[in-house]
């Protein structure tokens, strides 16, 4: 059951993103095992198109599902791709 537009779906990738930058980088233990899990929740709702706090409200996603097409999926892989390099390079630079 999907109920997320491309928008949220894009906002979720960048939580997951920055969730992953900072188990990476920031955290160690339990927390880094902590948001790595968050991680991957996060982001298997944002690859599904699934969000359950829109579920417990009925609210519905800004955009159609069916309107996702192959050229919108293709730009939030690359703005995922790209969020990702990003925050790791300077992650590297701010630990040095």
Known sequence: MKNEGAFE???QITMAA???IGA?????G?????????VCVVGTFAAVG???LY??????????????????????SIY?????????YLSMLIKR
């Open 80 to 88: 995922a791709f790209i969020l990702l390099a990003v925050g790791f």
């Open 30 to 38: 339990i927390w880094q095992i902590i948001l790595f899990l968050l």
């Open 18 to 20: 920055a969730l992953l």
């Open 9 to 11: 779906r894009g906002i």
């Open 55 to 76: 579920a417990l409200i009925g609210k519905g996603g800004s955009c159609s599902i069916a309107k996702l097409t192959k050229g919108k999926i293709a730009f939030l």
């Open 50 to 52: 699934f969000c359950p």
């Open 24 to 28: 990476f980088f920031w955290t160690g």
